[in-house]
């Protein structure tokens, strides 16, 4: 029988040296269990672009796509924003994990299943001002589910922008094409370890990218 080990992490995000603004988020993490109960890269990278950008995030309506262990969605609950957490419906036990989490954070997120590409009565009354999602660009089986719920979402909220971090290993060509197929357009692509502070660039590797996406025109309605 497989065991399971199961750890806190605690990750620590600092305001600048004149400033003693810092948050700390606890993860709880399961080490033998499936990819969504593990802080990966992308996870932490995102987050600490949340961070930086809190200003942004302060008041905001935050949507976060298979959030997993959830982290990014935490720190942006942390600054200040509306944050409903999201995964696979058919995940309880992942949906479980983030309720936990929250818990040990003392964070009031709305925690709810979310399967791409699944029309499910609840989808119809999100209108977050952002998504994010960190690694969701990993199974190419399950792009274009991904960007249908995006472009979904963003039609709901026009003016709304998707967040995500994902390793070079994706397919860029697919990416590009199922972006233009879901009528969304890129409009900030960067480098993940480009902001991140060297502390936590040191013991992270892959090569990772950082891209906001929003909606270029209403391709698709959805009724």
Not at 106 to 112: D, F, G, I, P, Q
Request: one cysteine or more.
């Amino acid at each position: 029988m497989m065991t399971t080990t199961t750890t806190i992490s605690q990750h620590d995000f600092y305001g600048d040296e004149d400033s003693e603004t810092s948050v700390s988020v606890s993860v709880i993490e399961n080490m033998k269990e499936e990819y969504g109960l593990f802080v990966w890269p992308c996870s932490v990278i995102l987050a600490e672009y949340v961070w930086q950008h809190r200003s942004r995030f302060h008041g905001s309506s935050v949507l976060e796509l298979g959030a997993g262990t959830s982290l990014p969605g935490l720190v942006a609950a942390k600054v200040g924003a509306n944050v409903i957490l999201t995964d696979d419906a058919t995940k309880p036990e992942v949906l479980d994990n983030m309720r936990r989490v929250c818990e040990l954070n003392k964070l009031n997120c709305n925690v709810m299943g979310l399967t791409w590409g699944v029309w499910d009565a609840p989808i119809f009354d999100l209108r977050p001002n952002i998504i994010l999602g960190a690694d969701v660009l990993y199974d190419s089986s399950a792009f274009d589910d991904l960007f249908a719920t995006v472009s979904f979402l963003l039609q709901n909220s026009p003016d709304a922008v998707f967040i995500t971090t994902y390793h070079n290993r994706s397919g860029h060509h697919l990416i590009e094409f199922l972006m233009v197929k879901w009528g969304l357009k890129c409009v900030q692509l960067r480098d993940g370890f480009s902001f991140l502070p060297s502390h936590k660039a040191s013991v992270l590797s892959g090569n990772i990218q950082l891209v906001e996406i929003v909606l270029s025109s209403i391709k698709q309605q959805f009724v």
